[in-house]
């Protein structure tokens, strides 16, 4: 199991390494495409031709790109001295360069709205799997009730409804016309928890209403196929309550798939919530990569999305080991 | 002719007469029904027998024929809310079919139990063997962990799993097929149950695991003295471990005797058509099989009258009867039911004349 562990981390590691290099070519390429250096994007509007000088030195824009590659690696591993004789950075490891629109390195840039990003997806996601699981459950054990009906009704809506309509309309309600959470806008947890949770409260509600309404039909479906298993009408003819049933021998085979996707979801969600983000207005990795892109801000853009990739490939990792608790069937060596 | 007047009229002449309940398990005009979209599924339309304590009787029948149906109506294992169970069902006294679900569900798993076929998906995959036995004797005795625990090494040994303190702790997918099934007649008899079922016990298995475990259940048999009723498709089984036999086609009961009744004086064309179904060791293999020609009828549509006059090579010769009236089941000799509109002196000439020599 470790060794299957180690095996798996080389191979993040080599995925993280590829994505980077690929994203790496933005800087070749971007510029040519748009007529216009990587040094003009960097100056601004309007620069002089010896700024432009200056920053080809000092970020060494005039290097071949796998000499900027190799150099951005080090930074990444050891961090990195910008030097323009008059002007000189230090930028410290894990460097990912500096943003192209304020000047602040990257890293520090991401750090600050990931808590954003962290708050929004874990909380959503506790509060989707709970009521998505409870109400496919429910559901199945009720099947064709009025109950079900209506559940895997709202649960249609839940999935074929935008985040945007949803959040907003549970903005207008809630916060402007009916004054019960007025003026959300995120407050870090270390501030304040009570404040920092009631802002979160209707980006998590919608967040969790789409994906509650998925695992509510992905728990229903699971459930009802285990039902009509052979182990289930044994653990029946072993005169066990109907509690225990269900309780112990359905759940625990129908919610198994569900730890798969669940890890999927989240590592997905922690690359950033860009339309919740844009919704409720909070600042997050999602709406810091979205405004990165349309201000061609390169660094910024390669490093959210080298987090992006590191929270997928990591999610899948942890559901793989996961699984193999999860499900005695499967080994790996 | 005069018997097959007789045939016509006679409702009481059924398995069991109306006194009240003396085999151990008693089992009477049992219907089992589904009304579905389609229409009323008769999986069991009106089946009797008897199993005294310490016998064994054998369930025979091709797919759909309401076999395993019968064994999971004994069990209990259907609700009022999918299905529609009548008759009576008598074990050692007691009736379960107006009893409450919950006073057979303290009887299964404890006075009755059952051996599924296909252990593999019969027992759940993510606990280990142990656990399902612990938690089958736990339900019904209140004993501590470590006692369930040794009950199920026990058992395990009992049945022949080697090392059973070590295979004890084992996933079900870490056993072989034939060991499953140990593991699952070892579950079942966790708790020493008077009444066994075994659903196909031994289809999924090769043949000589096969004839291990119905050693193995003979063995258990003697040693608890225990009710066996063994469904199958298999007539190998039937003629190792089977007192009596119930031949059943589309829910009904065709012909029900002793096993050396149904092997050597078979009445009924339908049980002609199974034993001449067999594969013999000791035939030419030039000789072909006499297979049953057709399907078994859909549930839905049980053929009006005789239900397996459609495939029945003799069923013109009772002149449309076949096709109006359903025979009832007719003792023919002291045990020996059938339910057949031909008369029964043609009958055991057909039998006598162009089956015998087949078989």
Redesign the interface.
Known sequence: MLQYIARRLILVVVLLWIVSMVTFGIFFLIPKATHTSTAALFAGKAPTSDTIKEIEVKFGLNDPIPVQYWHFVEGVFVGRDYDAGASRDHCPAPCLGFSFVNNVPVWQEITSDLPVTISMAIGAAILWLLAGTAIGVLSALRRRSFFDRAAMGVALAGVSLPIYFTGLVLLSLISYKWNILPNVHYVGITQNPLSWARNLLLPWISLAFLYAALYARLTRAGMLETLGEDYIRTARAKGLSEQRVIGRHALRAALTPIVTIFGLDLGQLLGGAILTEYTFGFVGIGKLSVDAIFRQDLPVILGVTLFAAFFIVMANLIVDVLYAFVDPRVRYS | MSEAGSNGAASSGSASSGSGPSAFLDVRDLRIHFPTDDGLVRAVDGLSFTVERGQSLAIVGESGSGKSVTS?GI?G?YNKRNAKVSGEIHLDGQELVSASPDAV??????KM??I?Q?PL????????IGWQIM??YR??NHVSKAQARERAIELLRRVGIPQPDKRVDD?P?QFSGGMRQRAMIA?SLSCNPELLIADEPTTALDVTVQAQILDLMKDLQQEFNSAIIVITHDLGVVAEVADDVVVMYAGRAMEYGKVGDIFYEPEHPYTWGLLGSVTRMDRERTERLLPIPGNPPSLINVPPGCPFHVRCRYGHLNGGKEREVVPDLTETKPGHYVACHLPIEERRRIFRDEVATLL
């Open positions: 999971l069990l294992l569900r303290a009887l299964r798993g404890q139990s059952m599924f296909d998906s019969s027992l759940h995959p993510y606990y280990t938690e089958a339900v019904h996933y997918h579950m």
